[in-house]
């Protein structure tokens, strides 16, 4: 029966793009286990274009190795989570000063994942400990926020940490879903990960990891690229590699716009 799944999952996988096939996965393994997670998506690139308003990808995945009493017993479980570009962000607090709203106060974080969509079999809470969450970076409140530079004595910071996660998660770019991933047949899995409207584009990562009664057993990754198409990318590139020409035409442009503008509403 296992031989059977897996040879299923083996076929699935063949049937994606070559692309696909090829991605150079990272893997980390717990050896304390012999059970072994694969995922495949149907393409290593996504193109956005100025009408894309959010999308959701599929993600397959096999367990090989599985124990089909532990799992119908529901003693696997996973997560399976699309992040986005690492970049640094800053975040600022607003003061009134004499009538007026000013930036007082900012803290830099280190790089986090850009966009964070996740999705799992259940709670995380009921996958493993919050340690253990926290060390691999699995749950939106368990992604490292780590300052970096000045910021004053410290006090402010648990502050600006809930901030930036508010901040992330009510433009849509973290998102989860924490039933997402289904178990379709003895060790074939599906999910599903949200793609925002807003998604960062750039390299981004497609990662499984497997939990066997509360304990870690693997961590597989897979790049996936979201680039934009048409117009939006040739703007993209044109403003990153030539920023004073870019500069210089937007002026132009809205020099142009606005004289057009008060010739054609202008009042004999």
């Known amino acids: 029966m296992r031989a059977a799944a897996f040879s299923l999952a083996a076929l699935l996988f063949l049937s994606l793009p070559v692309s696909a096939q090829l991605a150079d996965p990272t893997i980390t393994i717990n050896e304390k286990f012999s059970e072994r997670i694969d995922i495949g998506i149907s393409t290593n690139e996504i193109a956005i274009s100025s009408d894309f308003s959010g999308a959701d990808i599929t993600v397959f995945g096999a367990i090989d190795g599985v124990d089909e009493l532990l799992l119908a017993t529901f ?14 962000t800053t975040v600022r607090r607003k003061e009134r000063v004499a009538g007026i709203w000013i930036n007082r106060h900012s803290i830099r974080f280190e790089p986090i994942p850009a966009s964070y969509s996740m999705s799992s079999t259940r709670p995380l809470d009921g996958i493993a400990t919050t340690m253990e969450l926290a060390s691999r970076d699995i749950g939106i409140n368990n992604i490292r926020l780590v300052p970096t530079g000045g910021f004053g004595d410290g006090s402010r910071v648990s502050d600006f940490r809930e901030a930036l996660r508010r901040i992330k998660q009510t433009s849509g770019l973290y998102q989860r879903d924490p039933t997402g991933v289904r178990f379709i047949s003895k060790s074939l899995f599906r999910a599903s990960v949200r793609l925002p409207a807003n998604i960062p584009v750039g390299q981004h990562t497609v990662r499984a990891v497997l939990y ?17 198409t048409g117009l939006e990318q040739f703007i993209f590139n044109f403003a990153h590699a030539y920023g004073l020409a870019y500069g210089v035409f937007a002026v132009f442009l809205a020099g142009v716009t606005g004289w057009l503008s008060s010739v054609i509403f202008r009042k004999d």
């Open 75 to 88: 003693a696997y479980d996973i997560v399976v989570s699309l992040e986005g570009p690492r970049q640094s």
């Open 212 to 228: 066997k009664n509360n304990q870690f057993v693997m961590e597989r990754e897979i790049p996936l690229r979201v680039v934009k």
